[in-house]
């Protein structure tokens, strides 16, 4: 359906049931849960870098 529609952002879409819209937001979550645990790891070290050098 994405692609039937010619949309350039999966956003616009209405049918959230459509299994290609589906497959897309799977792949994009999965993306952004690695970025986002990729930054919470170097908000841990640079917050004990800190503490340290606070002391």
């Given at each position: 359906?994405?692609?039937?529609?010619?949309?350039?952002?999966?956003?616009?879409?209405?049918?959230?049931?459509?299994?290609?819209?589906?497959?897309?937001?799977?792949?994009?979550?999965?993306?952004?849960?690695?970025?986002e645990k990729?930054?919470?790891?170097?908000?841990?070290?640079?917050?004990?870098?800190?503490?340290?050098?606070?002391?």
């Amino acid at each position: 359906m994405f692609q039937t529609h010619k949309q350039r952002c999966i956003l616009i879409l209405t049918r959230w049931d459509d299994p290609t819209a589906q497959q897309l937001y799977l792949i994009a979550r999965r993306a952004i849960e690695g970025i986002e645990k990729e930054q919470d790891e170097r908000i841990v070290v640079l917050q004990t870098i800190c503490g340290v050098n606070e002391t």
